[in-house]
């Protein structure tokens, strides 16, 4: 144990070096007020479904742009008062699921509202890309912060909340967002442009501390950003630049709602010191679970039972 509690002592102490400028605030106060008053325009379509205990329907909604974004709306068919609600989103190149996967919320009177995020699962893309010769979304519109992917996906993932402001059976004090990798990232991105979250899970999140994890990765996405730079030298500050726009460290001072993060020790995808330089840097309630012996993957029996507790007690 005393390598694994001087690697954890070690990852608890480091503080990443963070730009002091204003340019990043900028940008994104910027972006939410072009598309915060943005109709949604959403549409919903019961789904005939075989578990008697909930209602699901098929959601249609648009965020960033004219691009139609779907999700799964489910809440329980018999309920008193005003339900909580969890919005999740997904991992990279993943989808939302089937509407089963939800069923250990929604026993417990939770609604949930889980979305695919654009270009994936069901999701559109209609955004024009300049730069999109590899064909994934890590790098689509990647040499511009104005049209790069992430920027359309982080606010449709805001969006989704416009999608639960609307159902008048949700409390809205009372909503919680999660996800993992992907769907980690974007839960921490939500949480920094958003204060309608009460809480915010996000497993073995990406987009944090960037340049550390283009060092220290070995799989995942950022191995085809580091393929666009070995075609395309000549744009490697361009391309750091436009990252740094989407970096959980410039996004994480701006998180007001109690957070939750896990990071597994062994991750080749979204290895843990970044994430840790990211979560050293939140200011507001926040824990974090470190497996050692885990990667990128936190499908773990005793994980999702302290998610189950987690979600009951601050939720």
């Not at 400028?21 to 959403?42: C, G, P």
């Not at 005939?48 to 098929?58: G, L, R």
């Not at 709306?73 to 909580?84: A, D």
Request: with cysteine; hydrophobic share 35%; glycine share 6%.
């Amino acid at each position: 144990m005393r390598f694994i509690n001087q690697t954890i002592e070690e990852l608890e102490s480091y503080i990443p070096i963070v730009e002091k400028t204003k340019k990043y605030d900028l940008f994104w106060e910027q972006t939410m007020n072009a598309v915060r008053k943005k109709s949604i325009h959403e549409q919903m379509t019961k789904i005939d479904y075989p578990i008697k205990q909930i209602e699901a329907f098929d959601v249609t909604y648009q965020g960033f742009d004219e691009t139609p974004l779907k999700g799964f709306y489910i809440r329980p068919t018999q309920f008193e008062g005003l339900l909580p609600c969890l919005v999740i989103y997904h991992g990279y190149a993943g989808h939302k699921n089937s509407v089963s996967h939800y069923m250990k919320w929604l026993i417990q009177g939770y609604a949930v509202f889980a979305v695919d995020s654009r270009g994936q699962g069901r999701s559109a893309d209609y955004s024009p890309y300049s730069s999109d010769e590899l064909g994934s979304w890590v790098v689509k519109g990647i040499l511009d912060k104005e049209e790069y992917y992430y920027r359309k996906a982080y606010v449709d993932s805001v969006k989704a909340l416009d999608f639960i402001e609307t159902r008048p059976e949700i409390d809205q004090k009372r909503i919680a967002v999660m996800g993992a990798s992907m769907g980690g990232g974007l839960t921490l991105a939500v949480a920094a442009l958003d204060d309608r979250p009460k809480l915010a899970i996000a497993d073995v999140p990406n987009m944090c501390n960037i340049e550390l994890t283009m060092k220290q990765k070995f799989e995942g996405s950022f191995n085809i950003v580091e393929q666009f730079l070995h075609r395309h030298p000549q744009w490697i500050e361009q391309v750091y630049d436009t990252l740094s726009y989407f970096d959980h460290i410039h996004l994480s001072q701006h998180i007001s709602c109690r957070v939750r993060i896990s990071v597994g020790l062994k991750d080749l995808i979204c290895p843990p010191m970044p994430i840790y330089g990211v979560y050293n840097l939140i200011k507001s309630e926040k824990s974090i679970e470190a497996y050692p012996f885990s990667g990128h993957d936190m499908a773990i029996i005793s994980h999702m039972d302290k998610t189950l507790a987690f979600v009951n007690r601050y939720l």
